[in-house]
């Protein structure tokens, strides 16, 4: 049961009013706060337990989750140890929403030192119950407080200064606990639901995987006859279908060249051209044309336009998961030129439909084989020449047709049930972010039999 009960000023304007029983510190009245340990790569990989970045913005400060070691001496065990009621705060990221994310250790974890990109924040009174400020320290309104404190240049960044002076609600202890106890049935039961409708969309989303896979390699007809495919990981395919080389069909191009910073302008009054970005390609198995940036090309400037039926394909990235990734343009579009990370691929074989191409190419059967040719360590590369000597299957013009027409039917009804579960996700995910907040910060009341 939540029952509403009477308030007073806080004294902090974004808090407003608050319960009467319920008093204000400054973080720096409650405890102190020390940065984490800060080494290079040989420090880490092996020893004692680790408590990451990751860590802690995913909340998972605990011994049976986290997963970094760390060759700490007894010395740094000491400094930056992991204790019980502990709070830890992710202090830099290259974006402001990822800065002041916080953990609080339930258990103390024995021998484990923490990241150097982190702050911990140890309290020194029994004023603060620690499965209070689990939920505390992550409501809404402290975010709000952080961001607007936080400077953002390169990196953003969270001081010890600003964190020092978060304003904190401190309830009765018994107070503290019903809520810590509310919150933990309440957000356990949010969480529970939220799973299960993870579940369903890894379904899905392995239901399209596999019916583009099946698809693309096997055709719409379940009875024809087949052959051997000459190539390993796709083996058997339709008996009429040809095998051929990406290179006996068309050609790749680069991406734009010898361009800085300054060339990338997003001033839509200037005479710049259009511009096709990374995650554009990344996020789309078409091309959405609303979603281009803008780049300045000189007179005489010799760089690849694209144009409509063009496939693009990502060369570079950061992890596995984007690299080699493709996406069709359909249409038409004023000057356009393409991200440096990625190449297009241009169509000159006119049996060829850039649909059925492109869905063959986004393939995880395909995408898969390219992704063995990954090389590099901060950032993973594909080789021009291993994508011209790609190998792909091609059924008859017609078939090509009725694959495309079918896989753009069957994946956008899939799409359109995942971006329903996602929308109820996002719904619990409010829900659970609201109840905490307006929880912790006084505005629902929790009683004993809540």
């Given at each position: 049961?939540?029952?509403?009960?009477?308030?007073?000023?806080s004294?902090?304007?974004?808090l407003?009013?608050?319960?009467e029983?319920?008093?204000?510190?400054?973080?720096k009245?409650?405890?102190?706060?020390?940065?984490g340990i800060?080494?290079?790569?040989?420090?880490?990989g092996?020893?004692?337990?680790?408590v990451?970045?990751?860590?802690?913005?995913?909340d998972?400060?605990?011994s049976s989750?986290?997963?970094?070691?760390a060759?700490s001496t007894?010395?740094?065990q000491k400094?930056?140890?992991?204790k019980?009621?502990?709070v830890?705060?992710?202090?830099?990221?290259?974006?402001i929403?990822?800065?002041?994310i916080?953990?609080?250790?339930?258990?103390?974890i024995?021998?484990?030192?923490?990241s150097?990109?982190?702050?911990r924040?140890?309290?020194t009174t029994?004023k603060?119950?620690?499965?209070f400020?689990k939920y505390?320290?992550?409501?809404?309104?402290?975010?709000?407080?952080?961001?607007?404190?936080i400077?953002?240049?390169t990196?953003?960044?969270?001081?010890?200064?600003?964190?020092?002076n978060?304003?904190?609600?401190?309830?009765?202890?018994?107070?503290q606990?019903?809520?810590?106890?509310?919150l933990?049935?309440?957000t356990?039961?949010i969480d529970?639901?939220a799973e299960?409708?993870?579940q369903?969309i890894?379904?899905?989303?392995?239901?399209?995987?596999?019916l583009?896979?099946?698809?693309?390699?096997?055709g719409?007809?379940?009875n024809i006859?087949?052959k051997?495919?000459?190539?390993?990981?796709i083996?058997?395919?339709?008996?009429?279908?040809?095998v051929?080389?990406?290179?006996?069909i068309g050609f790749?191009y680069?991406?734009?060249s010898?361009k800085?910073?300054d060339d990338?302008?997003q001033?839509?009054?200037?005479d710049?051209?259009?511009?096709?970005?990374f995650t554009?390609i990344?996020?789309?198995?078409?091309i959405?044309?609303?979603?281009?940036g803008?780049?300045i090309?000189n007179?005489?400037?010799?760089?690849?336009?694209?144009?409509?039926?063009?496939?693009f394909?990502?060369?570079s990235?950061e992890g596995y998961?984007?690299?080699?990734?493709?996406a069709?343009?359909?249409?038409?579009?004023?000057?356009t030129?393409?991200?440096?990370?990625?190449?297009?691929?241009?169509?000159?074989?006119?049996?060829?439909?850039p649909k059925?191409?492109?869905?063959?190419?986004?393939?995880?059967?395909?995408?898969?084989?390219?992704?063995?040719?990954?090389?590099?360590?901060?950032?993973?590369n594909l080789?021009?020449e291993?994508?011209n000597?790609?190998?792909?299957?091609?059924?008859t013009?017609?078939?090509?047709?009725e694959?495309?027409?079918?896989?753009?039917?069957?994946t956008?009804?899939?799409?359109s049930?995942?971006?329903?579960?996602e929308k109820?996700?996002t719904?619990?995910?409010?829900?659970?972010?609201?109840?905490?907040?307006?929880?912790?910060?006084?505005?629902?009341?929790?009683?004993?039999?809540?």
């Open positions: 049961m939540i029952e509403k009960v009477k308030y007073k000023d004294g902090f304007i974004f407003g009013n608050i319960p029983s319920w008093d204000t510190y400054r973080l009245e409650l405890g102190y706060l020390q940065n800060s080494k290079g790569g040989d420090y880490f092996y020893g004692f337990p680790f990451s970045y990751g860590d802690i913005y995913n998972q400060v605990e989750k986290i997963n970094g070691l060759n007894k010395e740094d400094l930056y140890s992991v019980a009621g502990d830890f705060f992710t202090r830099t990221s290259e974006t929403d990822e800065i002041g916080s953990s609080t250790c339930v258990s103390t024995a021998k484990a030192t923490f150097g990109f982190t702050i924040f140890r309290p029994s603060l119950y620690k499965g400020s505390f320290f992550k409501a809404h309104v402290n975010r709000l407080y952080l961001t607007k404190q400077s953002l240049v990196r953003a960044s969270l001081g010890q200064g600003i964190l020092a978060l304003p904190v609600l401190i309830p009765p202890i018994d107070e606990t019903q809520i810590a106890n509310y933990d049935r309440k356990q039961a529970k639901k299960l409708l993870k369903k890894d379904k899905y989303k392995e239901l399209r995987k596999s583009i896979n099946q698809t693309i390699t096997k719409l007809n379940r006859e087949l051997e495919s000459g190539i390993e990981w083996g058997k395919i339709p008996k009429h279908w040809e051929k080389r990406l290179k006996d790749l680069s991406g734009l010898g800085s910073g990338f302008n001033d839509e009054n200037s710049n051209r259009g511009f096709l970005p554009n990344a996020s789309n198995t078409y959405d044309i609303e979603n281009f803008k780049v090309i007179k005489g400037e010799k760089q690849n336009k694209i144009k409509k039926h063009d496939i394909f990502l060369m990235s998961e984007d690299l080699g990734k493709a069709l343009l359909i249409d038409d579009i004023p000057e030129y393409l991200n440096s990370f990625c190449k297009g691929f241009r169509i000159t074989n006119n049996q060829v439909l059925y191409l492109n869905w063959m190419l986004f393939a995880s059967v395909f995408r898969e084989t390219l992704l063995v040719q990954g090389k590099g360590f901060t950032r993973i080789k021009m291993k994508i000597d790609f190998e792909i299957i091609l059924p013009q017609d078939e090509q047709k694959i495309a027409q079918y896989l753009d039917t069957k956008s009804l899939i799409d049930i995942i971006a329903n579960i109820q996700m719904g619990l995910a409010e829900l659970r972010k609201t109840l905490i907040n307006d929880v912790v910060s006084g505005k629902l009341k929790v009683s004993g039999n809540s």
